[in-house]
């Protein structure tokens, strides 16, 4: 079972997903690590990110895990790698091509069968679970969002919000899986509001729905440390604990 938190770069994603899974005993899972493996492991081979024929085969072979907050790719730690700012990029390139998104797409599906996910992306709601029982689709304002993420990096803000507009431009306008919210996703903006609040409106929708793991201690996310709004880019969060406006 899936609980889908889909919407775009910067509108605190990670850290809600993070945060409702550790609230619920659900497990995290960040799609998008997926797409940026997937940009990583093209580069690493010299595979352009716009070669779709190409990236077909080498999506489908990759091995790609979780282990805790960790990012394993062929058993290598990429977690630190797949944030950088051009396989961010490429991420987004790659993830425009079906080929790519079809063997992402079917690895999403097989873990969230086996066990209760609060997923991340930008299609879980759409194209991964249609049928998952609690979809939100989290905005935030462009400003916002270039704003937290400037914060986070110390990357100037015009320039972070060129950057996000171009992400965000490429994610919505795709053909396949584009960044869209699910027809019964409850929408949620979390301009201007803190990450309690934000944890707290989607912790009470899933139990309005009466949302619970299969059975508890074998989801869980083994993290249950206090929630910080951080970028996605953030390996780790920061020591105090500020409203997304001041965050990603
Ligand atoms: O969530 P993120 O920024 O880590 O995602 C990186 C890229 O991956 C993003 O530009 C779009 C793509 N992505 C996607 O196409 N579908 C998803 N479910 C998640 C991410």
């Known amino acids: 079972m899936v609980i889908a938190i889909d919407g ?4 605190g994603k990670s850290t809600v997903a993070r945060a409702v899974a550790a609230a619920l005993g659900f497990t995290y899972l960040d799609s998008g ?26 999506a489908a072979g990759l091995e790609i895990d979780f282990d805790g907050r960790r990012v394993l790719l062929g058993g290598r730690d990429v977690t630190d790698a797949i944030r950088r700012p051009e396989v961010s990029a490429d ?11 079809e063997a992402m797409v079917a ?3 097989a873990l969230i069968e086996a066990a209760d ?10 194209v991964v679970s249609p049928d998952a029982p609690l979809k939100v689709f989290l905005t935030a304002s462009d400003e916002e969002r270039a704003r937290r993420r400037a914060a986070e990096t110390g990357e100037d803000i015009a320039a972070v919000l060129a950057a996000q507009l171009q992400r965000d431009a490429r994610d919505s306008e795709r053909e396949h899986g584009a960044l869209r919210p699910a027809d019964d996703a409850v929408e949620l903006d979390t301009t201007g509001l803190s990450l309690e609040e934000v944890v707290a409106r989607v912790v009470g929708l899933a139990h309005e729905r009466r949302l619970a793991p299969r059975s508890k201690g ?31």
């Open 117 to 126: 996910y609060v997923a991340e992306g930008r299609d879980i709601g759409t």
């Open 33 to 58: 690590a997926m797409y940026r493996s997937v940009a990583l492991a093209a580069r690493e081979v010299g595979v352009d990110a716009d070669d779709g024929v190409a990236l077909g085969p080498l």
């Open 107 to 109: 690895r999403q599906r």
């Open 218 to 248: 074998d989801s869980g996310d083994p993290e249950r440390t206090s929630p910080q709004f951080v970028s996605e880019g953030s390996p780790e969060p920061s020591p105090s604990q500020r409203p997304p406006s001041e965050h990603q």
């Open 8 to 11: 775009p770069a910067g509108a």
């Open 91 to 101: 991420a987004s390139r790659v993830s425009v091509h079906p080929v790519v998104r």
